[in-house]
């Protein structure tokens, strides 16, 4: 069964331009059964329990308090499966990560490609003067934008360079044209980041940070600023919104910095902060920003943690050489534009699109020559035998 994980894993973004929820929950799927598998067969007993405790506290969870609670574990114990996808490489033959990189490669090309013609077919009616997809669409796109940078390294290391271009220059191409502008960010700032981290990967995490810090650079100038009518910055409606859920979310983290205000409490808290001239009253909202929502709901704490999940996305594994780390630093920025800007983060897809692209730069690209290696099947597709595998 194992031996078929990495070409499954490879076909999944093409979920995405149906559905976007149907690629997010794949990716949890897959990563929890093969985690669970690899854990099973490596007899490790404490990611056992880990994942299997999760698992069970998420089922619990799902009866017994709010939804996003069960969510929570459950995307928990896939992170934990996610890393131990990482061994694939020394668990099946090396004809068979090439052939999933092969398909892999093949989805990242056709899945703008079917986006595309899935808003020209179905939803022609709702794609805006000078774009090529609605904003509906802005989902299975983000998926997309996280696969530009790993396809492209891959089609240029095999040879195909005039087709690394092509995919490159379509791809920006569709950025522009997508109603989204979150979307044009993304890819905006992956291929920022694959230029930045390939000269210094300090740099390319150094952007990243920038992006995710952003909503709360700006929310601190305005209430420093002392605005009072949002027209006097002048932005289209959809980043006023956010403008005003940023400040009610700097607002409710001054009340309790290191503490929050509760797992997933945004919503129902936020509806207490009278922002005077500048509220908008929009309802029950998330803030539409990963930091923001940590700030606001887990404090001081909540963001540290944060961080030190996404220097781990970007630092581990090690890879084999600089273009193959600034390829993984560009797909995890693409990744976590959305969710510095737009995305709730206790939703599977954001979940999804940093873990996908993390553990697909792993797997499909080459990996360090001094990866731990593990008794199964080495990178020719013989057998490793138990007395030769390092530790």
């Known amino acids: 069964m194992i031996r078929h994980a990495p070409l499954v894993l490879a076909a999944l973004p093409l979920?995405?331009?149906?559905?976007?929820g149907a690629f997010a929950s794949g990716v949890i799927a897959v990563v929890l059964l093969a985690g669970l598998w690899i854990a099973g067969q490596d007899r490790n007993t404490p990611v056992l329990a880990a994942m299997l405790g999760l698992l069970l506290a998420a089922g619990l969870a799902s009866v017994t308090v709010k939804s996003t609670v069960a969510e929570a574990l459950l995307f928990a114990a896939a992170v934990i499966g996610a890393v131990q996808c990482h061994r694939l490489p020394d668990l099946v033959p090396a004809r068979a990560l090439d052939r999933a990189a092969t398909v892999f490669l093949a989805a990242a090309i056709l899945l703008p490609v079917l986006v595309l013609a899935h808003g020209l077919l179905l939803h022609r009616a709702l794609i805006p003067p000078w774009s090529l997809a609605p904003d509906l669409l802005a989902k299975p796109t983000f998926v997309a934008m996280t696969l530009v940078a790993p396809a492209t390294?891959?089609?240029w290391r095999r040879g195909a360079r005039l087709g690394a271009a092509l995919f490159v220059a379509f791809m920006a191409v569709m950025a522009l044209g997508s109603a989204s502008s979150t979307a044009t960010l993304a890819f905006g700032v992956a291929a920022l980041t694959l230029l930045l981290a390939r000269w210094r990967p300090g740099l390319g995490l150094a952007l990243i940070a920038a992006v995710l810090l952003g909503p709360l650079v700006l929310s601190v100038g305005i209430q420093a600023a002392g605005v009072s009518d949002w027209t006097e910055i002048g932005l289209r409606l959809s980043w006023t919104y956010r403008l005003e859920l940023w400040q009610r979310a700097l607002i409710l983290f001054q009340e309790a910095p290191l503490t929050g205000h509760g797992f997933d409490s945004?919503?129902?808290?936020?509806?207490?902060?009278?922002?005077g001239p500048l509220g908008l009253d929009m309802g029950r909202n998330h803030p539409h920003a990963a930091v923001m929502q940590l700030l606001a709901e887990g404090g001081v704490p909540a963001a540290l943690?944060?961080?030190?999940?996404v220097w781990l996305a970007a630092s581990r594994p090690r890879l084999a050489d600089a273009t193959d780390t600034a390829a993984r630093l560009a797909a995890v920025a693409a990744g976590l534009t959305p969710l510095a800007i737009g995305l709730n983060l206790w939703a599977d897809i954001s979940v999804a699109l940093v873990l996908y692209p993390w553990l697909a730069c792993g797997l499909f690209l080459a990996p360090a020559p001094d990866r731990p290696a593990g008794s199964g099947w080495n990178r020719t597709g013989s057998r490793r035998s138990p007395?030769?595998?390092a530790v």
């Open 15 to 20: 979920l995405a331009a149906a559905v976007a």
């Open 266 to 275: 945004f919503a129902d808290a936020a509806l207490a902060v009278d922002l």
């Open 153 to 155: 390294v891959l089609l």
């Open 305 to 309: 943690a944060f961080a030190l999940l």
């Open 387 to 389: 007395s030769t595998s």
